[in-house]
């Protein structure tokens, strides 16, 4: 049983969807980003926010996996200042709506003071909500964006046991959990983090505070990032406590303390209840063992029903 | 709306749909009955939509997410407001949510206000909001809206609409009934739950399900027994005996929904043919079966 606390499931089709959920994966949390392609209007960004709430909840209620979301304004299109303006009129209103678990993913990507302007204001909304923080560190500059980030919420106030700070790699780790944040990792090919370095951390530092996500978006990206590294971590002699913690356990005690994620949303959803959208996970339903399939290989399928 | 909240709650004699709801919600809400009340005289006298949006999102933090409990007189009570509402599967946050639209006083018009509400709404409050549309102020001015749900790919928020809400009866036109009917079949939903569902029949309707009916066949697929309620009392004009006949030969529960169908015909051909399966027109004679309890019999 798996959380994948960071997934962009609006860039995803419905094969990955099977393939979470045939992997384990019980429940995943969306956090707004940025889609690739600038949105330039207000309204687009509001739409992409409902859609989150909505529709892509949904759609991942139809394959049997809990879908929640975090709610912000990304650093990319904080600098563009009319849209950032609009669109922080009206991220409080869709920081309250169910199933939002985190103000996120905020933080820097070039470190303008745009992005420095409106993290700032989104961390002050999150305490204002008492919501926990997903933060996204820099690709560029990395090590002192990171750092930079944790001074930040600092200086605003924010408890470092509800911020996430997320898309760590070796040399941004210990002063993340030295100075008492969450730290994410994103097993993400090539630009983030790969599943073997990833037991190595864990080797090393064991699975206190420690998140693994797959931060699948429109890019080459895993969905299964999260299953994978549970399975080679345990077959690298990772302690199953540990394993338990980093891919699940973990994801739920920071993110559950928006008091939008319990653990009985999937282990006891109402028998029929269609104001939740979720179908159920017939695998965990079923008692099975859930196991690491790829999707029904429809390109080698000749019958089409 | 002069009168005390908390008097409109419990004495009211010929109450509203917001009396009702809020009566229910006050019931069931414990400790928060304070916090409820006091929110909706806030609504009634404030104007200020921000209140609204923060009432509307601390709702279900505050009172939970449970079945709205309800009694056999409080549906009766319901049908009395209005004839074909049922709140059955109705939340408790979902009637106190529209408890507080319904108690709302704004500046903008209802529509206009409505429209920002669906335009942020998870899913949750999408199926609150549809549910309660027949109460709101001039509900005739939400009629492009509801559209918009209706085209939803979310079931639950189809269903807000079409089941157990007298709306579209009263407010929607031939082309947009029809619609939602075809819909509820394509996306497996059940017609017995639509409101009005025999009053609204029309000869077009049953026209569009019976050539449904042959598309379905004709691709090998199976057609829904409750299509045929609609197509049966204009099965004459439609020349539909011989789809008739064919689902007769279908499944328990298509060949009931047929003989339903014909036995609500009362012509030479129906009854003719009722006759050539006696067992179903004996099961039909016993008036246990109905449309709204159909599905029991397709595992049959
Ligand atoms: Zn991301």
């Known amino acids: 049983m798996y959380i994948d606390p960071h997934a962009h499931m609006v860039s995803r089709t419905t094969d990955d969807y099977e393939a979470m959920a045939a992997a384990g994966v019980v429940a995943l949390i969306e956090p707004a980003f940025w889609v690739g392609q600038p949105r330039t209007f207000v309204g687009t960004y509001v739409d992409y926010l409902s859609s989150l709430v909505g529709w892509e909840r949904f759609r991942a209620g139809q394959f049997g996996i809990r879908h929640y979301c975090t709610i912000g304004l990304n650093s990319k299109e904080a600098n563009n200042e009319a849209l950032a303006e609009g669109v922080m009129e009206w991220l409080p209103r869709f920081a309250m709506k169910e199933g939002v678990v985190a103000i996120g993913e905020i933080g820097y990507d070039e470190q303008t003071p745009l992005e420095e302007k409106y993290f700032r204001a989104q961390l002050a909304l999150a305490k204002e909500l008492a919501l926990p923080v997903m933060v996204h560190t820099p690709h560029r500059d990395k090590k002192r964006g990171t750092s930079r980030s944790m001074d930040v919420c600092e200086e605003m106030g924010l408890d470092p046991s509800w911020v996430v700070i997320d898309h760590n790699n070796e040399e941004t780790v210990r002063e993340t959990l030295d100075r008492g ?125 | 709306m002069t009168e ?33 009340l006091d929110a909706l005289e806030r609504l009634q006298t404030s104007a200020d939509e921000r209140a609204l949006h923060l009432f509307l999102g601390q709702v279900p933090r505050r009172l939970g997410k449970a079945d709205l409990e309800l009694t056999p007189q409080d549906l009766t009570a319901a049908h009395t407001v209005l004839p074909g509402w049922s709140p059955l599967g109705w939340s408790l946050d979902g009637a106190a949510r529209v408890a507080g639209l319904l108690t709302f006083r704004g500046q903008r018009p209802f529509a206009a206000l409505f429209e920002d509400l669906v335009r942020t709404a998870d899913a949750r409050e999408l199926i609150t909001l549809y549910r309660g549309l027949s109460f709101y102020p001039e509900p005739a001015s939400l009629s492009t809206l509801v559209g918009a749900g209706l085209r939803s790919n979310m079931r639950a928020v189809f269903e ?55 598309e379905r066949w004709a691709a090998g697929r199976v057609v829904t027994p409750e299509l045929w309620r609609c197509v049966g009392p204009c099965a004459d004009a439609l020349g539909a005996y011989a789809a008739l006949q064919r689902a007769l030969t279908g499944s328990p529960a298509e060949r009931l929904a047929a003989g339903l169908a014909l036995s609500q015909t009362d012509t030479p051909s129906a009854r003719h043919l009722l006759t050539s399966v006696p067992e179903t027109a004996a099961l039909i004679g016993t008036g246990r079966v109905g449309w709204s309890n159909l599905h029991h019999y397709e595992a049959i």
Not at chain 2, 16 to 34: F, G, I, K, N
């Open chain 1, 181 to 305: 944040y969450w730290a994410g990792f994103s097993i993400y090919p090539s630009t983030k983090m790969g599943n073997a370095r990833m037991v190595e951390l864990l080797r090393h530092y064991g699975g206190d505070r420690i998140i693994v996500d797959s931060a699948c978006d429109w890019g080459i990206s895993d969905c299964l990032g999260v299953a994978k590294t549970a399975r080679l971590a345990l077959a690298s002699g990772i302690d199953a406590q540990v394993v338990r913690q980093v891919t699940y356990a973990n994801a739920l005690c920071v993110y559950g303390k928006s008091g939008q994620i319990h653990e009985s949303d999937w282990l006891d959803p109402p028998e029929i209840d269609q104001r939740t959208l979720y179908e159920g996970n017939s695998i965990l339903r079923g008692g099975r063992e859930p196991r690491i399939e790829h999707p029904r290989q429809a390109a080698d399928d000749l019958l089409i029903d």
């Open chain 2, 4 to 36: 005390p909240l908390h008097s409109r709650a419990t004495t009211a004699l010929s109450p509203s749909a917001a009396d009702l709801l809020c009566r229910w919600v006050v019931r069931q809400a414990a400790a928060q009955e304070t916090w409820f």
């Open chain 2, 160 to 214: 807000a609409i079409a089941h157990g809400n007298p709306y579209p009866r009263d407010h929607f036109d031939l082309h947009r009934w029809n619609h939602m009917v075809l819909k509820a079949l394509f996306i497996g939903s059940r017609l017995a739950p639509i409101v009005g569902i025999d009053q609204r029949n029309n000869p077009e309707l049953a026209r569009i399900l019976l050539d449904y009916a042959d």
